[in-house]
């Protein structure tokens, strides 16, 4: 039986991981809709050789062309933030949730909302809104797989039965691309630099957040919301080579591990094909290749960012919201040369200075504490 299947921010590195793995697949899965933002011709491809029933780009500017692009074809086109939450609802038994940053919130609890299976990349949702998002799951009883390499690595050995004999949860950390350069040096780090992630291929965003280590930050809050577990249990291990994905460690001293190539094609077919294994169309790892494997402290000093996502989880959800929302906007802004590197830090950890305590007791409040936040940040 073919499985129905939607790639939210199909045009976006997990969004092509995703198509390469479905395509790999043969006919076992039909696609529903795909989704983009801007990327008219990447996704008028897709859409036409996964024979997409839909294809929907957010910008609305480009329902022209999308529409042109689509010509002579059977497939639908619709444009416009709705039109995407709306690509979301349509049945699907799998969801890939791989938008960009909280623009992919909206269209996430649309899809939570059909009580399938949602794979979810999008961690900023997750990191702002957490609790509301695990909530929606359960109560639509829809399953929740994680896409980030480290959290479907923790997916993969953690024991629910044996939660209570969880000692550690070990996020490794490749460290990023100015591990080894002196803080000194960080002032002239320019976007260039901070794109060129040694291990990953990955957009722009987290190529950034892994460059301050925010990714990581993001990473210790988005793995406190999917396995509701303490955070003074959360700990982060510099691993360069990127090879041991994470790492949970029980009562009895055993540690589960969960080790593969640097390739978003591994979690992705893992989620695709749970509780079954699906041929990953990616990279295997070669261990005759592998010379060895080094573990180290992270370095709080040149990357504070990985304490704070501790400090936001004790201070309360307003904090998660704000470091989150500050962090989209410094990392937008540095990208396009208007602050520098270190910056990104100063904006984030000035927006969080004026935090006060909040109650944000829906998602609504979620929503719009994280506008008030982003009026706030000046980026410019
Ligand atoms: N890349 C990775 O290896 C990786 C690994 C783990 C987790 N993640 C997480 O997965 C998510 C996606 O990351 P990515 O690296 O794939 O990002 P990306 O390459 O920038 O792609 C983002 C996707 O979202 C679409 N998009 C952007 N803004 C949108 C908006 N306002 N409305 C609707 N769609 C929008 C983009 O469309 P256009 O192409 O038209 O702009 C694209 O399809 C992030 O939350 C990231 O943290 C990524």
């Known amino acids: 039986m073919t499985r129905k299947v939607t790639i939210l921010g199909s045009t976006g590195s997990v969004g092509q991981s995703t198509v390469k793995v479905i395509q790999a697949q043969g006919e076992a899965f039909e696609v529903q809709a795909i989704t983009a ?4 011709a990447l996704l008028a491809q897709q859409a036409i050789a996964l024979n997409a029933k839909c294809a929907v780009i957010a910008n609305d500017v480009y329902y022209d062309d999308l529409k042109q692009a689509l010509s002579g074809t059977n497939i639908g086109v619709a444009a416009g933030r709705q039109a995407v939450v709306e690509a979301a609802e349509m049945p699907a038994d799998w969801i890939m949730a791989a938008i960009l940053g909280m623009a992919g919130m909206e269209p996430l609890m649309a ?41 479907n690595a923790i997916f993969q050995v953690f024991e629910p039965e044996n939660k209570d004999s969880i000692e550690r949860i070990i ?6 691309p100015f591990r080894e350069m002196a803080l000194e040096d960080f002032g002239s780090i320019t976007p260039e630099q901070a794109l060129a992630h040694p291990n990953w291929s990955m957009g722009d965003k987290i190529s950034v957040d892994s460059a301050t280590m925010m990714n990581k930050a993001l990473e210790i809050i988005e793995a406190q919301r999917l396995f509701d577990i303490d955070p003074e249990k959360i700990e982060v291990l510099v691993h360069p080579q990127s090879i041991v994905h994470s790492m949970v460690e029980y009562s009895d001293g055993s540690i589960l591990a969960q080790m593969g190539a640097s390739d978003m094609c591994t979690p992705i077919t893992n989620a695709l094909g749970y509780p079954k294994r699906l041929k990953t169309p990616g990279e295997k790892l070669d261990f ?40 989209e906007m410094a990392v937008q802004a540095f990208l396009g040369h208007k602050i520098a590197f270190l910056d990104i ?13 909040k109650a944000l007791n829906s998602l609504n409040d979620v929503v719009e504490y994280d506008s008030f936040i982003r009026s706030t940040v000046d980026s410019q």
Not at 345 to 357: E, G, N, W
Request: net charge neutral; hydrophobic share 40%.
């Open 37 to 40: 933002n801007n990327n008219v």
């Open 111 to 151: 899809a939570i909302k059909q009580g399938s299976t949602v794979a979810i990349a999008n961690k900023e949702p997750l990191v702002a809104a957490g609790p509301f998002v695990m909530a929606a799951a359960q109560e639509y009883g829809t399953t929740l797989l994680p896409i980030d390499s480290e959290h």
């Open 171 to 176: 996020l490794t950390a490749s460290g990023g």
């Open 288 to 327: 005759t290749k592998i010379r060895q494997l080094d573990f180290e402290e992270v370095d709080h000093k040149k990357f504070p960012f990985v304490q704070m996502a501790y400090d936001c989880l004790k201070s309360g959800l307003q904090s998660c919201v704000a470091m989150n929302a500050a962090n």
């Open 345 to 357: 830090y100063k904006l984030v950890s000035q927006t969080l200075d004026r935090v006060q305590p």
